[in-house]
């Protein structure tokens, strides 16, 4: 029996002890939150969890195995680092921390201490997001050309972050799965609408030595919600749609051939324009995944799906992005964590 504690009861924590709780080889233990009405919430719809708002003492307590942490971006490290001192294994909501060298540094000790240290990005998990990985794996896209990425919505206006780290995150996490190749440049613009100057709205575009380019659009004003992502190959192009309830993964069979003729220095190009197909995806809940994976790691020792590798990459473009748009715009040349 793996034991777990749960730290921040907010907007996340409540779905990750759920989830946890469901498994059969996972004991949740401990709940804690600074905020005693969450806590005394917490109480009533799980009477057997220990409530508390000492992180300390739950951190160093022996008898627990990991540490869950679903608390602002900027308490990632100091969290986690203690945790990883007291021989903790680590799962961490998304992003894995708000700098490369502060990602780096734990991911430095979690191999000394020889503990997982994973990261929550959720979407690993979706069924539609395994399809997809499988469908690229296959060859049936071809060359990945480009990545386009839509995620919208009137969201929560964070604080201690602006809208690249907050929802960005998810699709430069898919990407990144989807397509592991190092990333050359960022190129990031947006804007804030607050007096806190924190971006609600950005565009990012994610450069490569090959001939791939990858653009995100994410915001909080928009006031429809939208979460699609578009991928085109060679052979075939990929539509995802995050909020279609069943046919989320669309394959189509459309492309192009491009031919020179270069006496007339013109370019002519042949469509082609075939049938859709749409593949069946699993339905079982995305964090039920994370939950499960994260026991299989600390139990048999298995690489995540998220891992911390993973989780590097993702903090590695996010800064490079936040870096650019503070400076409207300037390319910023990054090397991938994968390179």
């Known amino acids: ?195 806190n100057q924190v971006a609600n709205i950005a565009y990012l575009t994610l450069y490569y030595p090959s001939n791939k380019i990858a653009h995100f659009t994410v915001s909080w004003t928009s006031p429809v919600k939208i979460r699609k992502i578009l991928i085109g190959g060679a052979k075939k192009m990929l539509m995802y749609d995050d909020l279609e309830p069943t046919e989320k993964v669309r394959i189509y069979d459309t492309g192009y051939q491009i031919n020179s003729d270069e006496t007339k220095n013109t370019i002519l190009v042949d469509y082609r324009i075939g049938d859709v197909m749409i593949p069946k995806v699993g339905t079982t809940e995305a964090l039920r995944g994370v939950a499960e994976d994260f026991l299989k790691a600390i139990g048999q020792g298995r690489q995540p799906i998220s891992n911390a590798q993973t989780g590097l990459s993702v903090v590695s473009i996010l800064e490079a992005a936040d870096n650019s748009l503070k400076n409207r715009g300037k390319e910023v040349i990054i090397r991938s964590a994968k390179s």
């Open 1 to 195: 029996m793996i034991r777990i504690a749960i730290v921040g009861f907010g907007y996340w924590g409540p779905n990750l002890v759920r989830n946890f709780s469901a498994l059969d080889d996972c004991q949740v233990t401990t709940i804690v939150d600074l905020n005693e009405a969450r806590l005394k919430a917490a109480k009533k719809s799980y009477p057997q969890i220990v409530m508390t708002t000492s992180v300390d003492t739950v951190i160093r307590d022996p008898q627990i195995d990991g540490i869950v942490i679903a608390t602002p971006v900027s308490s990632h490290y100091p969290l986690a680092k203690a945790a990883l001192l007291n021989q903790k294994h680590v799962l961490i909501e998304k992003p894995l921390t708000d700098s490369k060298d502060k990602a780096l540094e734990l991911i430095e000790l979690a191999d000394r201490q020889q503990k997982c240290l994973m990261v929550d990005h959720t979407f690993l998990y979706t069924g539609a997001v395994q399809k997809m990985k499988a469908i690229i794996a296959q060859g049936d896209l071809g060359e990945i050309q480009y990545f386009d990425s839509i995620r919208i919505n009137l969201g929560v206006f964070q604080s201690d972050i602006n809208v690249i780290w907050d929802l960005a995150a998810h699709d430069v996490a898919i990407l990144e799965y989807l397509v592991p190749e190092p990333v050359y440049s960022v190129v990031a613009t947006g804007i804030s609408h607050t007096v």
